[in-house]
T-cell receptor, first 114, second 112 residues
Framework: EDKVVQSPLSLVVHEGDTVTLNCSYE??????LLWYKQEKKAPTFLFML????IEKKSGRLSSILDKKELFSILNITATQTGDSAVYLC??????????????FGQGTILTVHP | DTAVSQTPKYLVTQMGNDKSIKCEQN?????MYWYKQDSKKFLKIMFS???????INETVPNRFSPKSPDKAHLNLHINSLELGDSAVYFC???????????FGQGTRLTVV
C-alpha cells in the first residue's frame, strides 16, 4: 500500500525564519510527488515533481525530490504570516491496482508569528 | 469561472437520511476524485474516475455510491447516513490520473 509520512507534524516560527518541511514516501509505481497548501478551505496546488523535474521554485518556495532516497523537502524562506497553513504532500501512482491514486500525508501545520 | 465546483457547501442532516453531493469541473480533465478529510485534516481517497470509468474504489462502505454521467461530473450519493460520516468531502480533478489535482471548495457534512 502506498504511504506518505510528513514531518514535523507542526512547526511554529517567527516571520523571516526559513523552514524545511519533509515528506518521505513508499509507492509501487511512482508518477509524481505533489505539494499543496491548505488554509481554511480547499488545498491549493504548489508544486509537482516527477522523474523529469526534480527541483521546482516559485518565489520564496522551493522543493526538491530525491527519488533514490524516496523523499522530498519543501523550503520556505523569509516566512510571512500568510504562509501559516497546513502543507500537504502527496504521491501519485502510475500503475497496477492503484493506478491514478493520489495518496496524501498527514500534513504539517505551519504557524508563523509576527 | 470556478474550475471545480461542489454543491452544497454545507450539509446538515439527521442519521439515517440519504444525501447527494454534486461536483462539476470545467477544466476538460479526464480524471475526477472524491476525498474525505477528517477533523485532523487527513485526506483519504474514496473514489476515482477516468473518462467516466471507475478506476479506484477504496475501502468505503457500500452506502457511498459515486456516479459519473459524463467526464465533467462526478456525484456522490450517501445512503443511511451515520454520525461517523461527518467530515469535509472534496471533489478534485486532474488531466492525467496521478498528477496535479485541483480541488473543489469542499462540502462540510454534519450528521446529527
Amino acid at each position: 500500500e502506498d504511504k506518505v509520512v510528513q514531518s514535523p507534524l507542526s512547526l511554529v516560527v517567527h516571520e523571516g525564519d526559513t523552514v524545511t518541511l519533509n515528506c518521505s514516501y513508499e509507492v509501487t509505481n511512482f508518477r509524481s510527488l505533489l505539494w499543496y497548501k491548505q488554509e481554511k478551505k480547499a488545498p491549493t496546488f504548489l508544486f509537482m515533481l516527477t522523474s523529469s523535474g526534480i527541483e521546482k521554485k516559485s518565489g520564496r518556495l522551493s522543493s526538491i525530490l530525491d527519488k533514490k532516497e524516496l523523499f522530498s523537502i519543501l523550503n520556505i524562506t523569509a516566512t510571512q504570516t500568510g504562509d501559516s497553513a497546513v502543507y500537504l504532500c502527496a504521491v501519485g501512482n502510475a500503475g497496477g491496482t492503484s493506478y491514478g491514486k493520489l495518496t496524501f500525508g498527514q500534513g504539517t501545520i505551519l504557524t508563523v508569528h509576527p | 469561472d470556478t474550475a471545480v465546483s461542489q454543491t452544497p457547501k454545507y450539509l446538515v442532516t439527521q442519521m439515517g437520511n440519504d444525501k447527494s453531493i454534486k461536483c462539476e469541473q470545467n477544466l476538460g480533465h479526464d480524471t475526477m476524485y472524491w476525498y474525505k478529510q477528517d477533523s485532523k485534516k487527513f485526506l483519504k481517497i474514496m473514489f476515482s474516475y477516468n473518462n467516466k470509468e471507475l478506476i479506484i474504489n477504496e475501502t468505503v462502505p457500500n452506502r457511498f455510491s459515486p456516479k459519473s454521467p459524463d467526464k465533467a461530473h462526478l456525484n456522490l450519493h450517501i445512503n443511511s447516513l451515520e454520525l461517523g460520516d461527518s467530515a469535509v468531502y472534496f471533489c478534485a480533478s486532474s488531466q492525467l490520473a496521478g498528477t496535479e489535482a485541483f480541488f473543489g471548495q469542499g462540502t462540510r457534512l454534519t450528521v446529527v
